[in-house]
């Protein structure tokens, strides 16, 4: 059993070709959208009549939807198949795709990006159970939720990284969006370069017979899922995480814009500290865990995340009466400090509410079926991300601000904490025993 830092790992080839691969595909991801948004956003382009705030919701629910419709097929094509192979060709793919984004962005062709959006979301179902199912075939038990905490870290770094760069490749003076067309292509090349190194891995099933019937495949690994009470209980736990992630981050550009009354750059602010205080959670994990798969985190952040969405609609309830331009204005402006951290910590505590349960599903599931089982989990949390982003747009037409719906997203976060503990109260079992080794 090993006991050294999480960080070895990205000082071994088992590791680290693939963490480069997937931070890559996940800073791609956020550079086109994040760069669609906020083209939208602050340039004041209609698409198909929708304003900015049902405009990045709709997006959202484009780049999600074919995560619920097509993750049974990408499941079971990562258990036939070798891994390293596939994340060759998903990116090709996505080169392919991104390459199309860039011509999409210099014809100013600005409708057809929903269209690229729809499939760009495809390539990611392709390479979600993939990434997950790598995991535990390479690393030891042990190791699970330090290498869980640096794939959900880099993640999150390649979002701030994404942010910064979606924002700042945007030419606001020009309808022409050369920079941000030859970024995307070239991040899309070098994750192809370096999907090359990702060591071979077995397939866990090849005589799968693979079901082309997603609806009757959907269901199936949904049954697969539900064998394992305490998987099942985890995959619900992490879609509403991605439910209340999503709710709380399609926002923010809206929430700059009309709340706080601030540009882009204020954007990009509050989305980097949200994705730092992830990533910090994330990382934290593994030495508030001891190296084990530790549940008793899970309450733990799931308490942390209502406490600090209810404290940011306190932070600022009403929109502001002066306008943000800059950095230094929002650190100045009443107010801000509190703003910046209670989006940190939201980030954070979701980070340690999410990694264990990640883990355990990796560490509790049967390796023949891993990767269906986390197509599974994709399938829950993309609906449960698509219900996020309808319920965010029902309570905007029912007149609520956006303030408002990140306390109804507080509420519902404590009715689903305390539903999933009812139901698997291991989590509070060990949350208590934790806190008995911890502290006393």
């Known amino acids: 059993m090993s006991h050294t830092s999480q960080f070895s790992l990205l000082a071994q080839r088992r590791?680290?070709?693939?963490?480069?691969?997937?931070?890559?595909?996940?800073?791609?991801?956020?550079?086109?959208?994040?760069?669609?948004?906020?083209?939208?956003?602050?340039q004041g382009i209609s698409i198909l009549g929708m304003d900015h705030t049902i405009?990045?919701?709709?997006?959202?629910?484009?780049?999600?939807?074919?995560?619920?419709?097509?993750?049974?097929?990408?499941?079971?094509?990562?258990?036939?198949?070798?891994?390293?192979?596939?994340?060759?060709?998903?990116?090709?793919?996505?080169?392919?795709?991104?390459s199309f984004a860039a011509i999409v962005l210099l014809t100013r062709q600005y409708s057809l990006l929903l269209f690229v959006l729809f499939l760009t979301g495809c390539q990611s179902t392709l390479f979600g159970p993939v990434k997950y199912a790598y995991l535990p075939q390479k690393l030891h038990t042990d190791e699970l939720v330090g290498g869980n905490a640096l794939v959900g870290s880099g993640t999150y770094i390649a979002i701030i990284i994404g942010l910064i760069i979606g924002v700042e490749t945007v030419n606001f003076?020009?309808?022409?969006?050369?920079?941000?067309?030859?970024?995307?292509?070239?991040?899309?090349?070098?994750?192809?370069?370096?999907?090359?190194?990702?060591?071979?891995?077995?397939?866990?099933?090849?005589?799968?017979?693979?079901?082309?019937?997603?609806?009757?495949?959907?269901?199936?690994?949904?049954?697969?899922?539900h064998k394992e009470k305490s998987v099942f209980i985890s995959i619900l736990g992490i879609s509403w995480f991605w439910f209340f992630g999503s709710a709380m981050t399609v926002q923010m550009p809206a929430y700059v814009a009309d709340i706080i009354n601030g540009n882009e750059s204020i954007v990009t602010i509050?989305?980097?500290?949200f994705a730092v205080g992830v990533g910090l959670g994330s990382l934290l994990c593994e030495r508030m865990s001891g190296h084990r798969i530790e549940l008793g985190l899970v309450p733990l952040g799931s308490i942390g995340?209502?406490?600090?969405?209810?404290?940011?609609y306190f932070a600022q309830p009403e929109a502001a009466k002066i306008t943000i331009n800059s950095f230094?204005?929002?650190?100045?402006?009443?107010?801000?400090?509190?703003?910046?951290?209670?989006?940190?910590?939201?980030?954070?505590?979701?980070?340690?509410?999410?990694?264990?349960?990640?883990?355990?599903?990796?560490?509790?599931?049967?390796?023949?079926?891993?990767?269906?089982?986390?197509?599974?989990?994709?399938?829950?949390?993309?609906?449960?991300?698509?219900?996020?982003?309808?319920?965010?747009?029902?309570?905007?037409?029912?007149?609520?601000?956006?303030t408002e719906l990140f306390l109804f997203i507080a509420a519902l976060n404590a009715i689903a904490a305390i539903y999933i503990y009812s139901r698997l109260p291991e989590f509070l079992v060990r949350l208590l025993a934790w806190l008995n080794i911890k502290f006393f």
């Open 328 to 402: 230094t204005d929002f650190i100045n402006y009443s107010g801000s400090w509190r703003i910046l951290i209670d989006i940190t910590l939201l980030g954070a505590f979701g980070g340690i509410y999410s990694v264990p349960l990640y883990a355990l599903i990796q560490e509790r599931s049967n390796r023949k079926h891993l990767s269906r089982i986390i197509a599974a989990n994709n399938i829950i949390s993309s609906l449960f991300m698509v219900t996020a982003v309808i319920f965010s747009i029902i309570i905007f037409e029912l007149g609520f601000s956006i």
């Open 270 to 273: 509050l989305l980097a500290a």
């Open 15 to 42: 590791f680290l070709p693939f963490f480069i691969t997937q931070f890559l595909g996940a800073l791609n991801d956020n550079i086109f959208r994040n760069g669609f948004v906020i083209l939208i956003t602050f």
């Open 173 to 225: 003076r020009s309808n022409q969006q050369t920079i941000l067309a030859l970024v995307l292509v070239g991040v899309s090349c070098v994750g192809y370069l370096t999907s090359r190194q990702v060591p071979l891995t077995k397939a866990v099933d090849p005589n799968l017979k693979i079901n082309l019937n997603m609806w009757q495949e959907t269901l199936n690994i949904i049954r697969l899922a």
């Open 305 to 312: 995340m209502s406490f600090f969405a209810v404290d940011l």
């Open 55 to 98: 405009l990045a919701n709709f997006a959202a629910f484009l780049f999600t939807l074919p995560f619920f419709l097509f993750s049974a097929t990408a499941g079971q094509i990562a258990d036939k198949y070798e891994k390293s192979m596939l994340m060759r060709r998903i990116k090709l793919l996505e080169i392919g795709l991104i």
